[in-house]
């Protein structure tokens, strides 16, 4: 592979960005290639906005991706894919967890909830692809697995074997959390 693959992440504070961008990354460098990656998470933990990029390739001099040049995006909350939009290269695949999260903003009452978020997707990118990470999560009994079932749909779109993907995992998550996080890798490579 020649190309230089970049993927952005994105999300809110709690929702597993940073694991996940962590394991595709290791993914890539144990597949051989060279990988970087950067993450932005101010007040993740107050429910924030959350980005991580994943650049593989031969070589890789830097850890950002300029706006435009994400083939995939992944987003683990909806408004955030929109709020994230401008990183999306032309015709990048889009894979969002189908969750709306309500900010404090809007909770609180600072600010009305913006209507229309589902038609916004389908609009701004015709390569959508839906995904019910926090259903399948909670189906499996625990929604903090969701991101995960989002790595298991990421992998389908990298040729990457699944054994590196499952490796990386054993090596990354805690033995405990292990299981329960390989069933939700393998439920989302079966979306």
């Known amino acids: 592979m020649d190309e230089t693959v970049n993927i ?86 889009v894979l969002v967890n189908m969750v709306d999260l309500v900010s404090i903003t809007v909770s609180s009452g600072q600010q009305p909830a913006f209507e229309g978020t589902d038609a916004a997707l389908e609009s701004n990118f015709p390569g959508l692809v839906k995904v019910e990470a926090q259903k399948i999560a909670l189906e499996l009994g625990n929604a903090r697995c969701m991101n995960m079932v989002m790595a298991g749909v990421i992998s389908k779109y990298l040729a990457f074997e699944e054994a590196v993907w499952l490796q990386v995992m054993k090596e990354r998550i805690p033995g405990k959390l292990l299981e329960l996080n390989l069933k939700a890798f393998a439920a989302g490579r079966a979306v």
């Open 8 to 93: 952005s992440m994105v999300g809110v504070g709690g929702q597993g960005i940073l694991l996940t961008s962590d394991i595709t990354a290791k993914v890539a460098m144990a597949a051989g290639f060279d990988a970087k990656k950067s993450e932005v998470h101010g007040m993740a933990q107050r429910g924030g906005s959350v980005i991580s990029q994943v650049r593989f390739g031969k070589k890789i001099y830097s850890p950002i991706i300029p706006d435009g040049a994400s083939q995939i995006l992944v987003s683990f909350e909806k408004m955030e894919t929109l709020r994230w939009k401008h990183l999306a290269a032309p015709g990048a695949k």
